[in-house]
């Protein structure tokens, strides 16, 4: 059996972008990346919800009117959800599978406690420890590939970009001070590097429960692959030091793309591989190869600096092919 695993960042999907005409050709150049990439199991990022009426409930409007007439329209949809039990007005992640979905579930600070901290810089100060919280949950699915389980974990990592700090902002972007600013990026870093901690627990549990597991963590990483939190996922061999657990680390489906090819974002003339599709060494072992959908993708930095809207994502999806054998017969 053939299966094509993809991430896509659809950078706010649904959001107000001017114009019904505007936000018409932004979906139609979305749909045909969707389409051109042709997954079996798509992850998606930055999907938006919507009120279609002002005081109705907020559902995934935009990303019905994306996958409508697709393929995608009758896969499975998993879709991360508030406390309420209803999509968030932003950045909701979404796993479309066109195998059963077995079982499925979500992961904010539920493996591991809030760490808690005091901040130094506010103004007025912090009179207590405070948990820093995730920004977004971590999104799993189990399907049923042919008789086999295989796991998909969607996830969308903070921005390198400093954490509010009370007190110390004028402005969206501009901070008061030097030892404010660098207060909120340490925070923004724990936010990160412990969103990543946790999906390396969920993955070490799907271990202890099956061996051979075959475990696909995909997403915006807002990272590359030499980057804290990315180790922290991966457990390599190389950092722990141990060749036992090499049958429990990650690998990047990417690695296989050249070395010229291999960014999935332009920022101000350089080329960031920020989007990452990591995979367990059963599921590395059917790996056929990957690709990343970077022709023609646009520089963030100077977009915005002409005021011009993306037609469709300033991320590039990552693909990855594989060959899943029979359930019961061994991979070869």
Same mark, same amino acid.
């Given at each position: 059996?053939?299966?094509?695993?993809?991430?896509?960042n659809?950078?706010?999907?649904?959001?107000?972008?001017?114009?019904?005409?505007?936000?018409?050709?932004?979906?139609e150049?979305?749909?045909?990346?969707?389409?051109?990439?042709?997954?079996?199991?798509?992850?998606?990022?930055?999907i938006?919800?919507q009120?279609?009426?002002?005081?109705? $409930? *907020?559902?995934?409007? /935009? +990303?019905? &009117?994306?996958?409508?007439?697709?393929p995608?329209a009758d896969?499975?949809?998993? %879709?991360?959800?508030?406390?309420?039990?209803?999509?968030?007005?932003?950045?909701?992640?979404?796993?479309l599978s066109?195998?059963?979905?077995?079982?499925?579930?979500?992961?904010?600070?539920?493996?591991?406690?809030?760490?808690?901290?005091?901040?130094?810089?506010?103004?007025?100060?912090?009179?207590?420890?405070?948990?820093?919280q995730?920004?977004?949950?971590?999104?799993?699915?189990?399907?049923d590939?042919?008789?086999?389980?295989?796991?998909?974990?969607?996830?969308?990592?903070?921005?390198?970009?400093?954490?509010?700090?009370?007190?110390?902002?004028?402005?969206?972007?501009?901070?008061?001070?030097?030892a404010?600013?660098?207060?909120?990026?340490?925070?923004?870093?724990? $936010? *990160?590097?412990?969103? /990543? +901690?946790? &999906?390396?627990?969920?993955?070490?549990?799907i271990?202890?429960?099956?061996?051979? %597991?075959?475990?696909?963590?995909?997403?915006?990483?807002?990272?590359?692959?030499?980057?804290t939190?990315?180790?922290?996922?991966?457990?390599?061999?190389?950092?722990?030091?141990?060749?036992?657990?090499?049958?429990?680390?990650?690998?990047?489906?990417?690695?296989?793309?050249?070395?010229?090819?291999?960014?999935s974002?332009?920022?101000?003339g350089?080329?960031?591989?920020?989007?990452?599709?990591l995979?367990?060494?059963?599921?590395?072992?059917?790996?056929?190869?990957?690709?990343?959908?970077?022709?023609?993708?646009?520089?963030?930095?100077?977009?915005?600096?002409?005021?011009?809207?993306?037609?469709?994502?300033?991320?590039?999806?990552?693909?990855?092919?594989?060959?899943?054998?029979?359930?019961?017969?061994?991979?070869?």
């Amino acid at each position: 059996m053939r299966l094509r695993i993809a991430t896509f960042n659809l950078e706010n999907l649904g959001r107000d972008t001017g114009s019904a005409e505007t936000g018409e050709k932004h979906l139609e150049c979305l749909r045909g990346q969707i389409l051109e990439i042709g997954a079996d199991i798509l992850c998606l990022q930055e999907i938006d919800a919507q009120k279609p009426q002002k005081k109705g $409930k *907020r559902r995934l409007a /935009a +990303l019905d &009117a994306l996958v409508r007439d697709s393929p995608y329209a009758d896969f499975t949809r998993i %879709a991360s959800e508030t406390e309420a039990g209803l999509p968030a007005d932003i950045h909701n992640l979404v796993i479309l599978s066109r195998f059963p979905v077995l079982e499925h579930g979500q992961y904010r600070q539920s493996l591991m406690p809030a760490p808690c901290y005091r901040a130094v810089t506010p103004v007025p100060p912090e009179a207590a420890f405070e948990p820093v919280q995730w920004d977004r949950p971590i999104l799993h699915a189990v399907a049923d590939i042919g008789g086999r389980r295989l796991h998909i974990v969607n996830l969308h990592l903070r921005a390198p970009l400093a954490a509010p700090i009370r007190g110390q902002k004028s402005g969206s972007v501009h901070w008061r001070g030097t030892a404010a600013w660098a207060e909120g990026f340490f925070l923004a870093t724990v $936010k *990160r590097t412990g969103q /990543a +901690l946790e &999906a390396r627990l969920l993955a070490d549990r799907i271990f202890d429960a099956e061996a051979e %597991a075959l475990i696909a963590v995909a997403g915006d990483f807002n990272c590359e692959s030499h980057e804290t939190p990315i180790r922290v996922l991966r457990a390599s061999a190389e950092d722990t030091g141990n060749p036992a657990l090499e049958c429990r680390e990650l690998r990047p489906a990417e690695a296989s793309v050249p070395v010229e090819e291999r960014y999935s974002m332009r920022y101000h003339g350089k080329k960031f591989l920020l989007d990452h599709l990591l995979v367990s060494p059963a599921l590395a072992a059917m790996c056929q190869g990957a690709a990343i959908g970077n022709r023609g993708l646009d520089d963030e930095y100077e977009a915005r600096q002409e005021g011009r809207t993306p037609a469709g994502s300033f991320h590039a999806p990552v693909t990855a092919d594989f060959v899943i054998p029979p359930a019961g017969l061994p991979v070869l």
